[in-house]
């Protein structure tokens, strides 16, 4: 099969997972009378998901989608539905059951495409990223329904990611790849976990105060962290630069090259775009 037969087939798989994700859209709509918000919000995210994964694999050379990503687009279509869900709170009253079983199978299934990538062999870079942009969208959605409840304070969950990649565009010695971290990966399961509990009202506004708390305490540990490694290896390689003038560097990251973070066992920049 060629690359045009490919690409194709690619292009089929993501038209798939936009029609997967308007008839979820549809699903909830006819069950729970969504309003406006919720349908426009559900539309334009199942839009702009197909558009960007549609160009994503059409840029790839994937010889097929393969099982991993299928998973990670079922997640992706999950998070769909709680967008949608969390804009229809604003001008309906929330639907929070339905809102946090979407939201526990969206993270219970974020443990199983990485396991699926293994054992099938179907790990890729765009797998990678994809995985991670769809974590980092439901964790800033989730953000926004929970801070109507505990304050504007809890968009910095959310936004800390958006905030560190940003800031890799200016500052190149932030692109470097990040070594592999358990904790870094613990605290960022800890967000969902803990949006999600907040999220289901079923604590006392205190114990969600709590919990949210200790996650975004945590969380900005992890990037405090993360930040001071990549400031202190990328000074180290700015030094060695100095020191061998003659040897051409292109940019600090590719001379701070520690072992990677592995998602789907494929090597790819923590926290970056």
Known sequence: MNHTDNARLLRQETAAGAGVQILLLTVLGASLDLGPAGWL???VFAAVSWAVLTRAVS???LSSFGAANRVTLARATLVGGVTALVADSFTSPPRVAVLTALTAVALILDAVDGQVARRTGTSSTLGARFDMEVDAILILVLSVYVATALGPWVLLIGAMRYAFVAAARFLPWMNAPLPHSMARKTVAALQGVAL????TGLLPAPANLAVVLLALTTLIWSFARDTAWLWSTGKAAR???RTEPDRPVANVARLAR???RVVHDEPVPARSA
Not at 196 to 199: G, I, K, Q, R, S
């Open 41 to 43: 919000t559900g539309l």
């Open 239 to 241: 030094a060695e630069a």
């Open 258 to 260: 520690p072992v990677p």
């Open 59 to 61: 840029r790839s050379w």
């Open 196 to 199: 999600l509990v907040a999220a």
